[in-house]
């Protein structure tokens, strides 16, 4: 069964929420996240890409860029633009794109469970990508990136979720630049906090990784490097569950450049053997 478990977050003052937002580290180049950071002094991508602030020369896996990353995220704290939250919660994050919502629980998730095929994965990991993140994660102290899980909606987890956001304030609510509405509930009563850890423990009995195979992967092999120095925070890493009810899976389109040989109607037909090929 999936074991999860709340965290004490550390989180951006909601007067800056928007600022600080930012698009995931790997969907930007160093060049668009300089731009992308042109201006705005609280952005994340300070931590995540912090090579922005070094010359466009460097190797972005030299280890001044992480130093750098910890030095940012030392400089955000000590600034207060993230404060850490008092008390272990649970987050209910909702996002709203082109009218369509989708909502997830953040949580910490087990390194045993992935270790342990409790957490599902369906693709191989690179090791120059997992190095990349180890070390992020070793030098600056922190999980700055998010895995984004799968689980098979549970009808109980669902009605507190559903009661939490419709009798609760939201703690942040805004519209990004790219339109997509982002909204967080912050679940700080203890009851509830343990009825869905229960839940969880005894309901749901695996997850599933949609995204993040290289983040999570990083997480187990830091606490393996650990060793006997692992504390506790080592056995579990950041994640976002969201219900299979929730779900929207989106096109995601290749552009072919070489056929290998084939002509077209070979391509189609060996495509066919393994995949519906239709035409639009």
Request: glycine share 4%; aromatic share 10%.
């Amino acid at each position: 069964m999936a074991s999860i478990k709340p965290f004490k977050a550390l989180r951006p003052q909601p007067q800056l929420a928007k600022q600080v937002a930012s698009l995931p580290y790997d969907v930007l180049s160093s060049a668009e996240a300089k731009i992308e950071a042109q201006g705005n002094t609280y952005t994340f991508l300070h931590i995540t890409k912090s090579e922005i602030a070094l010359s466009d020369k460097t190797d972005v896996h030299a280890p001044e860029v992480y130093q750098q990353a910890k030095d940012n995220l030392d400089a955000f704290i000590k600034r207060d633009v993230l404060f850490r939250e008092s008390k272990d919660c649970y987050y209910i994050y909702q996002l709203i794109m082109n009218g369509r919502s989708q909502t997830g629980l953040v949580c910490a998730s087990s390194v045993d469970d992935y270790e342990n095929d409790i957490i599902k994965k369906h693709e191989f990991t690179r090791p120059e990508k997992e190095l990349d993140r180890i070390n992020h994660i070793k030098i600056t102290g922190a999980q700055t990136g998010n895995v984004f899980l799968a689980y098979r909606n549970n009808a109980s987890v669902d009605q507190i979720i559903e009661k939490w956001k419709t009798t609760k304030s939201a703690a942040y609510d805004f519209i990004a630049e790219d339109g997509i509405q982002h909204t967080i509930w912050i679940v700080s009563d203890s009851e509830v906090v343990e009825e869905i850890t229960r839940l969880f423990k005894e309901e749901v009995p695996c997850t599933y990784i949609a995204d993040g195979h290289h983040r999570a992967a990083s997480a187990a092999k830091v606490r393996a490097d650990l060793g006997a120095k692992a504390t506790p925070a080592a056995d579990y890493f950041l994640t976002t569950l969201f219900p299979s009810n929730q779900l929207y899976i989106m096109d995601y389109n290749r552009v072919i450049k070489d056929l290998n040989g084939l002509n077209a109607e070979q391509f189609l037909a060996a495509l066919a053997i393994s995949f519906e090929v239709s035409f639009i």
